[in-house]
């Protein structure tokens, strides 16, 4: 206001040509739509402007605490987020703010997970992607959350910057942000921080004020697929039935380095069928499937498989070919898994005949992986199953680049002997 009466004054009470005011109304004339597009909080009104290590910041109110760069973020546990809902974040009672930009109250220092509908985003001027999410099947059950321009001061020096970067992009690209609103009825589970903003009157606003602010992540909730696999383990397969044992059937993306997307253990049947339940695969993305198994070697399919309807169906034992590299034996008219590595480090070879042999001479029984066909007992005959398959030189064939990953509680060896790409 202060500037706009100094304006006025300087045109109208102070004497100049005509020439000059006509020359300052241009400018006036010019600079007004630009004010609009200036960055500047959305609904916050005037506020000193906030650098941050002498940068510009892209808000001013509480931003620090916004944006997770305030010295207390040390206080959020990133690594323990609490499942929350939104009817739960609208509950909580609303503090009395502070007034600066950097303090952030205890009420602030929880990561949640919440799975929510998105209703409707726009990009602000502070370069947020303002986000209402709301309780799943409720009309008014809302509340804000907000995505954070990652390229913002102080933001690219924390550990959170990767995830927000990913985050931003994602949100981008499946959304496509402007300044006008736009609407989804996506049911996303979304994890962030909890913060209380001031009241501007924001879309969509709790009654509290509560907002997530930093979100952290956000996925398209899915509701859950299931795999039926075939699977048959060559030392417990006689010809006929398999001993039933439990496997982890793991979903791996299709892209290098073929990461791991979820992994669940279940037990394949004496038909080798087994039923696993994931949660965070989704239908329309393909997976290379990965079966683990105590002795059996890991196993990759042969390409990525796609679940549609929440169901795929997978079977590896109807031809050689359905194992990436063909890298199944054939016992009677199935396709097995390769069994006798023990130790699990992608081979079978001599340490898993050592691991085998010491388990015979101590005369081991019960549930071993060196009990190759799971009778129970470690013998000779489980020696020989190993023998065979060290004589042929068989290894784990996985996508060039696939690391050996952690089977249950065991950290694998990662060698690079194990990346083998043709037998
Ligand atoms: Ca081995
Ligand atoms: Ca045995």
Redesign the pocket.
Known sequence: MTMIISIYYFIFIKKRSIVIKIFIYLLLILALPISYILPQEESEGNGTPLYINGVLACGIERWYVKTCIDADTVNVNFNNIVPSSVAYQRSLPAPTLPKDNTTRLAVEDTAYSITCQLVEYKLESDQDYHVVIKTIGSSSETMVAEIADPTCAGISSTSRFQQMTALRTWFANRYNPTTSFKFTSDTVVLTGVGFFDFAHGQTGAAPNQREIHPILSMSLYSPGVTLTLTALIQGLYNGSTMVPDTITAELHSTSSPYALIESKKGVLNSAGVGTFAFKTAVNGTPYYVVIKHRSGIETWSSAGNTFFASALSYNLTSSQSQAYGSNLVQVGTKWCIYSGDVNHDGHIDLLDLIAIDNDNTNIATGYYAT?????????L??LIIADNNNTAIISRVAPPGALVSPIGSQMLKIEEKSIIIDK
Do not use: A, M
Not at 371 to 379: A, P, S, W
């Open positions: 009990d190759l066909n799971g009778d129970g007992v470690v013998n005959s489980d």
